[in-house]
């Protein structure tokens, strides 16, 4: 595991580590490996392992586990470009074969910043670290796997994810990359499969004839926090749009897969992202903002252009929002529209399927002012689960008719808590299991729809200023207004 000091891997990985062992998943003779600068021994490794884990990790603490788990722990220290690091970390995994059966096995996690990939990629080339037979040959008439795991953003435009794939190719066969999404680990976004394909009642009506319009929203109550240094030049679309929000687009919008294994669940998301087409005006049909100085929860926050490390003429964006439209039999004419931001009044990420209003209702106008439009919500985070609204009568002697929802939880109808993303993909990495990693493809699909919009917005716009805690930038409700619709409340 490179990049073993920062967030992702104190607060994710290794706890998602210990929380597979704890559950059974890992083999005995599992073994985590950390580089990095430090000038560290095991045992200090071992000891912030320990820390994250007692302090982030979802199951509970089990000195057992701990214990065998523990007994795998190694750290290397250097830098990148560290030929001679390299050749320890090598030897250190051939000891590991050794002493623990790990049977020439390698998983190469690179929590680190992008600019690093191919560096880092070229170093496990020249140490033989990602060829089986350099380092371990064949092992028990087998051939040991190889494989790598990196972390968004995938390159920033078009162009640099195709020269991080080069970089990756030259090295890895596409099998062995693993991109890493969390979003597609979580429990509630693998549902929408199983709610679209495993029920006969939504299907149908899923589609034009019946579904306005679709709203997916990624809305978080925090700024940038210490990300400065990422956050600024990259921004909310680049952030989360190109790859969270464009990947539950297209399992929203997927024909139905021939099975449920990589190859199939690609191609019909890939078939999707294809056909996503932007709005002919881009003025019209994109919004962004910056949120500015403003209170969240009752507390006064710095605006974003007063965070420490953003330059005061910065016009990366913390809310974007686009329409969309997607080219299919089944979705034409239906607009779907992206958001994304920072600031904003609570953390929500959610997809709203909203249903086309009844052509004809045989009530009077004053029994019907409260009814809106019926809704199938999935609740992607926090509160996970499904909310589906719809008109019912008030009790009483009036037709009165008002939006009600019924409602499905994770929380309530399963005793077993939902494991975290990041244990999903970790198992997935080591039994190399792919579906819920996008390739190649996917990848580039994202950027060819994301570039033409940067471009514009670096070319014609700035950031609108919105206050810290509110929905957004006027812009973005006035993009919903121009199509007659508005945004669900945050």
Same mark, same amino acid.
């Given at each position: 595991?490179?990049?073993?000091?920062?967030?992702?891997?104190?607060?994710?990985?290794?706890?998602?580590?210990?929380?597979?062992?704890?559950?059974?998943?890992?083999?005995?003779?599992?073994?985590?490996?950390?580089?990095?600068?430090?000038? &560290?021994?095991?045992?200090?490794?071992?000891?912030?392992?320990?820390?994250?884990?007692?302090? @982030?990790?979802?199951?509970?603490?089990?000195?057992?586990?701990?214990?065998?788990?523990?007994?795998?722990?190694?750290?290397?220290?250097?830098?990148?470009?560290?030929?001679?690091?390299?050749?320890?970390?090598?030897?250190?995994?051939?000891?590991?074969?050794?002493?623990?059966?790990?049977?020439?096995? #390698?998983?190469? #996690?690179?929590?680190?910043?992008?600019?690093?990939?191919?560096? /880092?990629?070229?170093?496990?080339?020249?140490?033989?670290?990602?060829?089986?037979?350099?380092?371990?040959?064949?092992?028990?008439?087998?051939?040991? &796997?190889?494989?790598?795991?990196?972390?968004?953003?995938?390159?920033?435009?078009?162009?640099?994810?195709?020269?991080?794939?080069?970089?990756?190719?030259?090295?890895?066969?596409?099998?062995?990359?693993?991109?890493?999404? @969390?979003?597609?680990?979580?429990?509630?976004?693998?549902?929408?499969?199983?709610?679209?394909?495993?029920?006969?009642?939504?299907?149908?009506?899923?589609?034009?004839?019946?579904?306005?319009?679709?709203?997916?929203?990624?809305?978080?109550?925090?700024?940038?926090?210490?990300?400065?240094?990422?956050?600024?030049?990259?921004?909310?679309?680049?952030?989360?749009?190109?790859?969270?929000?464009?990947?539950?687009?297209?399992?929203?919008?997927?024909?139905?897969?021939?099975?449920?294994?990589?190859?199939?669940?690609?191609?019909?998301?890939?078939?999707?992202?294809?056909?996503?087409?932007?709005?002919?005006?881009?003025?019209?049909?994109?919004?962004?903002?910056?949120?500015?100085?403003?209170?969240?929860?009752?507390?006064?926050? @710095?605006?974003?252009?007063?965070?420490?490390?953003?330059?005061?003429?910065?016009?990366?964006?913390?809310?974007?929002?686009?329409?969309?439209?997607?080219?299919?039999?089944?979705?034409?004419?239906?607009?779907?529209?992206?958001?994304?931001?920072?600031?904003?009044?609570?953390?929500?990420?959610?997809?709203?399927?909203?249903?086309?209003?009844?052509? @004809?209702?045989?009530?009077?106008?004053?029994?019907?002012?409260?009814?809106?439009?019926?809704?199938?919500?999935?609740?992607?985070?926090?509160?996970?689960?499904?909310?589906?609204?719809?008109?019912?009568?008030?009790?009483?002697?009036?037709?009165?008719?008002?939006?009600?929802?019924?409602?499905?939880? #994770?929380?309530?109808?399963?005793?077993?808590?939902?494991?975290?993303?990041?244990?999903?993909?970790?198992?997935? /990495?080591?039994?190399?299991?792919?579906?819920?990693?996008?390739?190649?493809?996917?990848?580039?699909?994202?950027?060819?729809?994301?570039?033409?919009?940067?471009?514009? &917005?670096?070319?014609?716009?700035?950031?609108?200023?919105?206050?810290?805690?509110?929905?957004?930038?006027?812009?973005?409700?006035?993009?919903?207004?121009?199509?007659?619709?508005?945004?669900?409340?945050?």
């Amino acid at each position: 595991m490179f990049g073993v000091t920062g967030d992702l891997a104190r607060k994710k990985l290794m706890p998602a580590v210990y929380d597979l062992a704890n559950r059974g998943l890992l083999p005995p003779g599992f073994s985590l490996v950390g580089y990095a600068r430090r000038d &560290w021994e095991d045992e200090d490794f071992a000891q912030l392992t320990y820390e994250s884990v007692k302090e @982030h990790a979802r199951t509970p603490f089990r000195d057992t586990v701990w214990q065998q788990l523990s007994e795998g722990v190694r750290f290397v220290q250097g830098d990148f470009d560290d030929n001679a690091a390299f050749d320890r970390l090598a030897q250190t995994v051939r000891d590991l074969d050794q002493e623990r059966g790990t049977g020439g096995n #390698y998983a190469f #996690y690179l929590s680190i910043p992008p600019k690093f990939f191919p560096l /880092v990629v070229q170093q496990l080339k020249r140490s033989g670290l990602s060829d089986p037979d350099a380092v371990s040959g064949v092992v028990g008439g087998r051939r040991p &796997w190889r494989r790598v795991v990196i972390e968004k953003p995938f390159g920033h435009d078009l162009a640099s994810a195709r020269e991080l794939n080069a970089n990756l190719d030259g090295v890895f066969p596409p099998h062995a990359v693993f991109r890493i999404d @969390h979003y597609l680990g979580k429990e509630t976004v693998q549902n929408i499969l199983a709610l679209r394909f495993a029920n006969e009642m939504y299907e149908p009506i899923w589609n034009r004839g019946y579904i306005d319009h679709v709203q997916i929203t990624m809305a978080e109550d925090i700024g940038i926090g210490g990300r400065a240094g990422y956050y600024d030049g990259i921004g909310a679309a680049r952030d989360v749009i190109q790859n969270h929000l464009l990947q539950l687009l297209a399992l929203t919008a997927m024909e139905e897969p021939v099975a449920f294994d990589a190859d199939s669940l690609r191609t019909e998301k890939e078939k999707v992202l294809s056909a996503v087409r932007l709005p002919a005006d881009l003025a019209a049909g994109t919004a962004r903002g910056q949120y500015a100085a403003g209170w969240q929860g009752g507390v006064a926050v @710095h605006g974003f252009l007063e965070e420490d490390g953003i330059p005061a003429d910065s016009r990366t964006e913390t809310y974007a929002a686009l329409r969309l439209g997607v080219d299919t039999r089944r979705w034409a004419g239906v607009p779907f529209y992206l958001r994304a931001g920072k600031r904003l009044p609570r953390r929500m990420t959610e997809i709203a399927m909203m249903f086309q209003r009844a052509p @004809h209702l045989p009530f009077a106008a004053t029994d019907t002012r409260e009814l809106g439009q019926n809704a199938l919500v999935i609740r992607i985070q926090p509160d996970e689960g499904i909310t589906v609204r719809f008109g019912s009568k008030v009790p009483g002697t009036a037709m009165e008719v008002r939006d009600v929802n019924m409602d499905f939880a #994770y929380g309530e109808s399963f005793t077993e808590s939902s494991p975290e993303a990041y244990e999903r993909l970790l198992l997935d /990495v080591l039994i190399g299991d792919p579906p819920l990693f996008p390739r190649q493809q996917e990848v580039e699909l994202g950027w060819r729809i994301l570039d033409p919009v940067e471009q514009f &917005w670096a070319e014609y716009t700035k950031p609108e200023q919105y206050p810290a805690g509110s929905a957004g930038p006027a812009s973005a409700d006035a993009l919903m207004a121009r199509d007659g619709r508005a945004w669900r409340r945050l």
